[in-house]
């Protein structure tokens, strides 16, 4: 595999797995394993890397926080998410800031070492569920809300975001808007359906069958690993 891949996980157990996972597979290797956010930082200002595998979490911080910047400054870096917790919000922001897909620590190894050989496809498999909630959350069709069918497509879109607990920077890289044309929207949108706060319309929307049956769904932890829970 001719890419070079930075490793970002604060755990030391891990940093040992996912390399004795690579290391069974002749054309996976991670060239290096940094484990705080000054290390990443220092790391991708030291080595060009292709690939940066990262926890969701490092150092008990949000990834997220960091991968704005991240993706601000090096654009061709893919950054594939090892993650520790199933979560439709954190696959959703994963989205926003163009991940190359989503991983979960509970799902089978093949399936990380099976995104880390896409690479030479450049495109993620099939079954990967950022896929699916790119797709879904980029879809043009929107349903219309009963009783409030004034929201424009744009308008139902974002609500159905919200509802995935992105913010308007979130939504805004999400749809390729301008965050001020976010935040228009959403005082339309608060003054259409009179609710509060963002917070409110997302609970609303949520509640909407039309709109909440469009959103993605993610697929529970494996049954092996809740049975040995």
């Not at 290391?23 to 705080?36: A, E, G, M, N, Y």
């Not at 199933?86 to 995104?115: K, N, Q, W």
């Amino acid at each position: 595999m001719p890419f070079r891949i930075l490793c970002a996980d604060s755990s030391a157990i891990a940093q040992r797995g996912i390399d004795s996972l690579c290391r069974q597979h002749s054309h996976c290797r991670i060239d290096r394993f940094v484990s705080s956010r000054t290390e990443l930082r220092q790391a991708l200002a030291e080595e060009h890397f292709d690939v940066l595998v990262a926890d969701s979490r490092l150092e008990n911080v949000d990834f997220m926080a960091d991968a704005f910047d991240i993706r601000c400054q090096m654009k061709d870096l893919r950054m594939l998410l090892f993650a520790e917790y199933r979560s439709s919000t954190l696959v959703a922001r994963a989205v926003a800031y163009e991940c190359y897909d989503v991983v979960f620590r509970d799902s089978p190894g093949s399936e990380f070492i099976e995104s880390l050989q896409s690479l030479e496809q450049g495109r993620p498999p099939e079954r990967s569920v950022l896929v699916q909630f790119r797709s879904s959350m980029t879809r043009t069709e929107w349903p219309a809300i009963p009783k409030f069918p004034f929201l424009t497509k744009r308008e139902t879109q974002i609500v159905a975001l919200l509802g995935l607990g992105l913010s308007n920077r979130e939504v805004s890289l999400t749809l390729g808007i301008g965050i001020e044309t976010t935040k228009e929207h959403m005082r339309n949108i608060l003054r259409k359906t009179k609710q509060p706060d963002r917070t409110a319309v997302a609970v609303w929307g949520l509640k909407q069958p039309s709109l909440a049956a469009c959103l993605p769904i993610l697929e529970p932890a494996p049954n092996w690993v809740s049975s040995s829970a």
